[in-house]
């Protein structure tokens, strides 16, 4: 009983902190986080760049460092990062994943660009906002899978769930794409873990304790692993909420039903809006895989640390980066760029009117309020 109550607690005082950071929403957008000051410049205009990873071009992919690679672990670690517009921010997230020791081999990029086969037959220019590289994803070793047409947020979370189903899968990790992963490498030579360890570690834990567990949250939810039976008992993702408040409804009716949703610590993750010029820098100097808090690694994290504060400081909202690509005009499945972007922040809105609806409130705390499980639709 006790635990129950600790562990309810818990995910509440994660709950409060998520909507107190993050405001509600995760599409594969976030809100500006409450409490920074009034935005004092423009967003910052990137250069715009065909090639971010040259090396990769010229076939020679750096190596990781040696202590990053987990070699004595059978779970398996499948992560889903979805796609929709932005290549280089993708591309970016990836070679982190990939860098911090993620496998290859368990990452898998979902495609919802919603241009159906363009990208596979390379129809697309990289100027193009809905562009991806399967055959970089191929020669990184990562696997793509399409969805079968565009998907909402939420819809693009039920489609994670339904593959777990599919593939017996009773967890998994899902990433935003407009994040880079670093590992933690000012901690002492001896304790050093990568990030990717410190997630096996995590689940392992998690597996082990048979708590009721629904959500591990890697800071904030920029990664986060789930609980394909806790999403599944609560009915899976609203999909009548397209993008914002979908996650204030999901994860609300999860601690309704008592899963526990705690924050664990994996290493540096950062939320940006705009890419390296060298994705190089990821990766340890040639002949020096193994070294750790090297002079690289300072200057990467302040990179990223500056990188995302110029998205929290961007006055044009922290999701500018996804209009910001938009040649490709009359290529297949083009779609007007801005456009694009009206509309899903027409979708937004009525995202939010719909959870008024559903709950007779427009806030994100619910269970602050009281509100129990199955009340949804029952007060006007
Ligand atoms: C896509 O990636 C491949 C493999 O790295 C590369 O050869 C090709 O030039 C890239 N395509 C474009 C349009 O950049
Ligand atoms: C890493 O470098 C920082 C700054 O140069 C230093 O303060 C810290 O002690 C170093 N950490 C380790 C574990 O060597
Ligand atoms: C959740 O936990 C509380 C407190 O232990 C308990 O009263 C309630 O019945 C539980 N609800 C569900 C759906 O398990
Ligand atoms: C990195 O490790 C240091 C030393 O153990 C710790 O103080 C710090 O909180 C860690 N940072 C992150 C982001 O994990
Ligand atoms: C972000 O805004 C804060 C406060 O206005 C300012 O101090 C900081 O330098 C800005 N950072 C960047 C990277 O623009
Ligand atoms: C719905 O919300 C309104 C405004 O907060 C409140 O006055 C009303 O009592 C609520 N209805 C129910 C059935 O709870």
Known sequence: MRRAILALGGAFIVFLLLSAIIDHGRPDIVQKPKGTKPPHKDPQTQEWQEEIFPLAKAGKIPKINPRNI???NNLKTPLFIGFTRNWYLLEQAVVSYLAAGWPA???????????MDSNLRGLLSPANPWYLNHTRLSQLGVAVKRTPTLLSFAQLQNFYINYAIEQNWGYYFWSHMDVVV??????SSENYKSLYRKAVDALGDTLDKREHWGLKFFAYDWLTLVNV???KDVGAWDTQIPYYMADCDMYSRMTMRNWTQD??????????SS?????????PEEGHESELNTTRFKDLKNQLQLMMEQKQNNSHGRNTWQARRDGGEGEPFWRNPKGFERGINFWIDKGRELFKLKWNYSECNLIDKGYRYGEEWTRE
């Open 105 to 115: 081999s368990e990452l898998m990029v979902i495609d919802n660009s919603g241009v």
């Open 263 to 272: 924050a664990v610590e994996a290493g540096h993750v950062y939320d940006v």
């Open 182 to 187: 670093v590992c933690n490498e000012s901690e």
């Open 70 to 72: 987990v070699n004595d």
């Open 229 to 231: 039976e806790a999403v």
């Open 275 to 283: 890419h390296l010029t060298d994705l190089a820098v990821l990766f």
